[in-house]
Nanobody, 123 residues
Framework: QVQLVESGGGLVQAGGSLRLSCAASGRIFSMYAMGWFRQAPGKEREFVAAISWSGGSTYYADSVKGRFTISRDNAKNTVYLQMNSLKPEDTAVYYC????????????????WGKGTLVTVSS
């Protein structure tokens, strides 16, 4: 079983930056692909970014490509999401998720979810 706890959310002005962290329990964290998803008010949850078990492969939604960077530190059981040039439309609850596979396969769905952290971007 893997437990995920997000942190780093908050209020930021448009154009600013935030770094989200996701701490994972369990020694097998390093074997899993990890991802970030978000859900804005009144909208469905959407994919933001994902990273393979080694960090060698990363994937991004078009809406965040060039602004967000996903990374991981397997020694610390932590995955990060660096968010730059934030826009009001990035406002959402951000969720960390894990997939029981070495690489990320969007059709497989995610197996573990955190409870989320709120990011609010003011204009």
């Amino acid at each position: 079983q893997v437990q995920l706890v997000e942190s780093g959310g908050g209020l930021v002005q448009a154009g600013g930056s935030l770094r989200l962290s996701c701490a994972a329990s369990g020694r097998i964290f390093s074997m899993y692909a990890m991802g970030w998803f978000r859900q804005a008010p009144g909208k469905e949850r959407e994919f933001v970014a994902a990273i393979s078990w080694s960090g060698g492969s990363t994937y991004y939604a078009d809406s965040v490509k060039g602004r967000f960077t996903i990374s991981r530190d397997n020694a610390k059981n932590t995955v990060y999401l660096q968010m730059n040039s934030l826009k009001p439309e990035d406002t959402a609850v951000y969720y960390c998720a894990g997939q029981r596979s070495r690489d990320y396969y969007p059709r497989n769905g995610m197996d573990y979810w955190g409870k989320g952290t709120l990011v609010t971007v003011s204009s």
